[in-house]
């Protein structure tokens, strides 16, 4: 278990959330998988965003779509200490600026770019919003992952933008690397298998520690939601990925 009230070190996911046309739906169903609870917060300036906590802790968010052809989907948001410097390193790396910096509130700063192989990501650079309260725990963010058809590409853009430096995992079958600051692993990088569709974007994909994998594959589907591959061993905890009740993708993996 990783709890914190503090900012993340720059470099770390430190928040995700999810859009959606139902902010309800979504407090409904991830509230009866993960046993969060959430607020919605009132003030017409944050556009009926939700807040989802465990244990009283901060583990996501949610936030109603902006435009009917927006897709419902998970978003990582990586923290850094300089938001104006990161955009500047984005766009020289070869990324892009999706929505300038702006401020929220006195919660922090923000920015949403892609990557140069087109995955979304956004930067957080903290105020009274520091991000994750509580993490690698059941209920909890786990593990953040980017997965393009350029690794070497991504590996690059992202040592520029986030000083990462790289543990190679990959075998022959696969290319993948834990993504490390100070010589620890805080997210992954990797290619996008053989198969994949090609309508399938580079992406980064959000997943949650939860204490049984197949027991949650099962109730997920009972909430609504599709199993998108299934319940697999890995050295890491067993790993499924699953598609909620209005369509976003997520993992989970054992804790």
Known sequence: MVTRD???LPGTPCWVDISVDSVEKAVTFYGSLFGWEAG???DPQFGGYAIFTKDGKRVAGAAPVQDPNQPHVWTTTIATDDIEQTVAKIKSAGGQVTMDPMDVADLGRMVVATDPAGAVFCAWQSGTHTGFGLANEPGSVSWNENMSR?????????TEVFGYEYGDMSSDEFSYAT?????APVGGIGTLPPGTPDEMPANWTTYFGVSDTDASVAKAVELGGKVVKEA???PNGRIAILADDQGAVFGIVSV
């Open 232 to 234: 697999f061993d890995t």
């Open 40 to 42: 919605i917060n009132p």
């Open 179 to 183: 993504l490390d600051l100070n010589g």
């Open 6 to 8: 503090t900012a993340w």
């Open 150 to 158: 350029d690794w070497d590409g991504n590996k690059k853009f992202y």
